[in-house]
């Protein structure tokens, strides 16, 4: 936006003076040939010629913006002279009153190469400067584009880096997990063959036990009855002797025959329900 005295400009769009805001229509060109108000209501038309000069005018809004004002040429209504970027224009000559800084051509003082009708001529440099600004222009442009390429690719490879950083924690966490599940499973393995052992342990003990009662029972001179009672895998030795000389008998020989007396003491005692005094 440009601003004088009277108003605030936007170059081929609009103006805003004292509270009210106008609108610019142009031309294919960028002329200003008409402005409206608020209410979409014609307030100026105007024509130019092919250099710039006003050729009629309705209306008196008094914008600098009219001939190719979207290029931002702008009128001084005190010499009638145009403001070109670098250059002053007249119009009325269709000639700039400087010669042109690029030393271009054979005419250092013509506007656009005298063709206005198909161009403009915004940094006052003629065909040359023309030539110059929509180099700059492409130049500015592909730069632009290769600027955002380029932070387009980088974007894309941070996005890349981390998808493949988040995968490679996930393997590593269903890694660990399947390593814990390969322990626990080993664990649990191990357990069973302890668990196994020790049951296989208690048969043998268990079976050693049975044998080494009937061998003491055999050597204790005890006898089995055809019909006598299985306690616990051992025939029980039923002899009609009172059950306090058996104890006496116990108690005699529970020197020779050991930790079997103790147990079978107790076992008496508890099936009789007697005291060791008795």
Known sequence: MLKDARAVYTPGISERASGTSKFYH?????????ITNGSQTVTDAILYDAFGMTVSRTGSTPTPFGFVGAAQYQSDADSGLQLLGNRLYDPSIG???SSD?????????????????ARTDPSGHSLIGWLIDKVIGWVTRRAAKEAARRAIEKEAARETE???ERLAKEAAERKAVSDELIREGKEA???????????????IARQEAIDQQKRDLIN?????PPN????????AVVDPTPISDVIGIIKE?????GGWIDRQTERAKHRYGMDEDE
């Open 101 to 117: 800084p690029a030393k271009a051509g054979t005419s250092w003082y013509c506007y656009c190469e005298n063709g206005p009708l």
């Open 220 to 224: 204790d001179g005890g006898r089995t």
């Open 162 to 164: 981390l998808i493949m």
């Open 189 to 203: 393995a191990r357990r069973s063959g302890i668990s196994r052992d020790i049951e296989e342990g208690r048969k």
């Open 26 to 34: 142009a031309d294919a060109l960028g002329s200003t040939r008409g």
């Open 228 to 235: 006598g009672p299985d306690i616990g895998g051992i025939v």
């Open 253 to 257: 020989n529970k020197g020779r025959v």
């Open 95 to 97: 000639r700039f009153i």
